[in-house]
């Protein structure tokens, strides 16, 4: 059976083989057994929704989604609704934080684990320690390891550090969401610091949109121990917030590397 893809919005995630599509079909898009319309934000709902009725004449059209049905219960597929190298181990968190879509309350831990070195669970370090045993050997066979999901700080110990020291780490993504993650932040970052790693492996997300001036001084506070922080404006289910030019510039500025050194060399403050 042949079937194509199609997402309202394209990202470094997306699949890029030839029945991955973004957008409307035209006239050289062939005819397929089934279409398949992925809407992974809740944001691109109503994209998603039109581009269905597009691609009716192309294949039997269904959609579905992260935004539609939820988290899967299905094991992860490498290569059709994500690139290959990058795979998905288990879904869910069992935190509420306000701020973040991902409100489950449970972990569904996938009983077969794809190879892959970028690994995207909503919160890997929450699974089993039966679950993570399987997935630390399944990452000793892969290179340029990329952990990006948002390894919570308060639950990097220092076994969990030392487990990672012998993988082949390209970088490690923690989250410094709020003022009070601060603290077990500092915490993990002295742990994998210990481990070996530096700035060049530890990346922080920081959630931002609220209170320049707060935010700056969390991610000034992030950069200084030890993590490259990386700005993120808050969106909202519809994502429907217009953040102004100075937000804007503010959140690029503190997402590039380069840009965030000159920063701190030259104690620049926002807005400027």
């Known amino acids: 059976m042949k079937f ?36 992974t934000f809740t944001w691109d709902k109503e994209k998603g929704i039109a581009l269905a009725k597009k691609w009716k004449r192309h294949g039997d059209v269904s959609i579905g989604g992260v935004a539609i049905d939820g988290e899967s219960l299905a094991p992860f597929r ?19 934080c306000d701020f973040c879509m991902v409100r489950h309350g449970r972990i569904i831990e996938y009983s077969f ?20 045993g399987f997935v630390w050997e399944m990452l000793k066979g892969q290179k340029a390891i990329e952990l990006k999901g948002g390894l919570e700080s ?31 932040l500092q915490k993990a970052v002295e742990l994998l610091t210990k481990a070996g790693f530096t700035r060049n492996h530890l990346f922080c997300y920081v959630l931002c949109g609220k209170n320049m001036a707060e935010e700056e001084d969390r991610l000034k506070t992030v950069f200084n121990m030890g993590c490259m922080p990386f700005a993120q404006l808050y969106r909202n289910e519809k994502d429907d917030i217009k953040y102004s030019k100075e937000w804007k510039n503010f959140a690029r500025d503190w997402s590039r590397p380069a840009q965030t050194k000159w920063i701190m060399k030259n104690n620049i403050h926002f807005p400027r």
């Open 4 to 39: 194509a893809r199609v997402f309202p919005t394209r990202t470094s995630m997306s699949p890029t083989d030839p029945d991955a599509y973004f957008g409307e079909p035209d006239l050289f898009t062939p005819i397929y057994d089934k279409v398949l319309v992925s809407i």
């Open 113 to 132: 684990i794809p190879e892959g070195n970028i690994v995207q669970d909503n919160n890997l370090l929450a699974c089993s320690n039966h679950h993570l």
């Open 78 to 96: 490498p290569g059709e609704f994500l690139r290959y190298g990058i795979t998905i181990t288990s879904r869910g968190c069992p935190n509420y």
């Open 154 to 184: 308060s639950r990097i110990t220092p076994k969990i550090a030392e487990t990672l020291r012998g993988l082949r780490i390209k970088s490690l993504w923690l989250a410094c969401d709020v003022h009070g993650a601060i603290k077990p």
